[in-house]
């Protein structure tokens, strides 16, 4: 059973069923559990979530990749294709307040687990469905990854270096920013679901989740009806706001507004730059963007990062350095706002993962577990759902549920 003292985050009390696998859902999951919620995993058979064979990299034969958006969840593996498993899920659903699953339409509903017939077991449900494209229009059935979304929404035409092919974005930001939608709908719902009692459906997906990142350039085209290209590090709408090379390395330089600007060519040694019809006010910098950095590119590589980086930082100028994940995940900052954990695993033993970006001054976070393995609590859960060891034993060996732990 679990001993656990009860978490003391602001979802403490809601319970969640995780049926979503490898990313945007279990996002929206562990987003829950950091704060608060019960989330129990729960993994198909045979198998489990589909990201647990993301074999490189491992840590002692256990997938990173899962174990670093799984952490915080307890686990049951459930045969929802036999129909103990089914009557299993149906009993876990009547004091849910929340399910989401990240099916192609129709899949649950064929299985008999479907949104009418859940919520006539508990009209209390949130439904959270996180699909490729939504859950009605045209493109209601198709299945989306994340690739796919960034493409069809656009994102692959504004990223990259002007001239050059379409890029995706170096993370998965349609299945990222997914798993935020969902989290943001799901709490919406339980608003709602306190002041009524009532549940509903939360339909979000990877297509809109893409597109919502195209705020600057959808204004561009709704105002101009020309689609804009990619910029590389460069901004859309304002200038300099990009990238620059060092002596020693990249740092960003945000002259976002006019008096940064000014501060920045008084640091670069060139007030004269402020009164340069080319590079006078945004409009002209944006029309002689090649130009403005050129001449700032001359500049900057004559000293290191570190020195430039403390001139700005004494000019009040935004700017700050381009790291690699290892620079990122060890700088003092960072860690000084708890976004490195550390959680040891019953497999792969002592591991590390990205911690709660959300803060609370009442109610913290807490991570306290790490990713549970293949079957890990459903004995412990199915006997808080009122099944005798017996029957437990007798799901196991039908091959309903497994109960022993796998990595």
Not at 341 to 350: F, I, K, M, S, W
Not at 389 to 407: K, Y
């Amino acid at each position: 059973m679990n001993t656990e003292s009860p978490h003391t985050g602001p979802l403490a009390g809601m319970r969640v069923l995780e049926l979503a696998q490898i990313m945007a859902g279990p996002t929206c999951g562990m987003m829950l559990a950091d704060m608060g919620a019960d989330v129990v995993k729960v993994e198909k058979l045979p198998g489990g979530d589909d990201s647990r064979g993301y074999s490189e990299p491992v840590v002692n034969g256990v997938s990173a990749p899962f174990m670093i958006l799984n952490r915080n969840k307890r686990g049951i593996a459930l045969n929802l294709k036999m129909e103990q498993g089914r009557d299993i899920l149906l009993r876990m659903v009547r004091d849910a307040d929340v399910l989401t699953e990240n099916y192609r339409r129709g899949t649950l509903e064929k299985l008999g687990l479907g949104y009418d017939v859940l919520a006539a077991i508990n009209p209390g449900l949130i439904y959270c469905a996180v699909s490729g494209y939504g859950r009605d229009g045209p493109y209601g059935d198709k299945a989306g990854f994340d690739l796919i979304a960034q493409g069809f929404s656009g994102l692959m035409s504004i990223t990259g270096e002007p001239g050059g092919a379409p890029v995706k974005t170096g993370n998965s930001i349609a299945d990222i920013n997914a798993g935020i939608l969902a989290t943001v709908g799901i709490l919406a719902a339980y608003a709602h679901k306190q002041k009524t009692g009532r549940g509903q459906i939360v339909d979000t997906s990877l297509m809109e989740a893409a597109l919502q990142q195209t705020y600057w350039h959808a204004a561009s085209y709704f105002a101009t009806g020309v689609s804009p290209g990619p910029t590389g590090s460069a901004h859309l709408l304002t200038a300099p706001y990009q990238a620059f090379e060092t002596r020693d390395g990249w740092i960003n330089i945000g002259g976002a507004n006019q008096a940064n600007w000014e501060r920045i060519a008084q640091v670069l040694g060139h007030p004269e730059w402020c009164e340069d019809s080319r590079y006078k006010d945004n409009k002209a910098r944006m029309q002689n963007l090649d130009s403005l950095t050129a001449a700032m590119s001359s500049v900057l590589r004559q000293h290191e990062r570190a020195h430039w980086l403390a001139a700005f930082d004494a000019a009040g100028v935004p700017a700050g350095p381009v790291h690699d994940i290892e620079q990122a995940l060890t700088h003092p900052q960072v860690l000084a706002r708890n976004m490195v954990v550390e959680l040891r695993h019953p497999r792969a033993g002592p591991t590390r993962a990205l911690g709660c970006p959300i803060h609370f001054s009442e109610t913290p976070t807490q991570i306290r577990r790490p990713a549970p393995m293949l079957g890990e609590h459903t004995r412990e859960l199915l006997g808080e759902y009122g099944y005798s060891q017996a029957q437990i034993d007798a799901f196991a060996s039908a091959g309903v549920v497994r109960d022993a732990p796998q990595g």
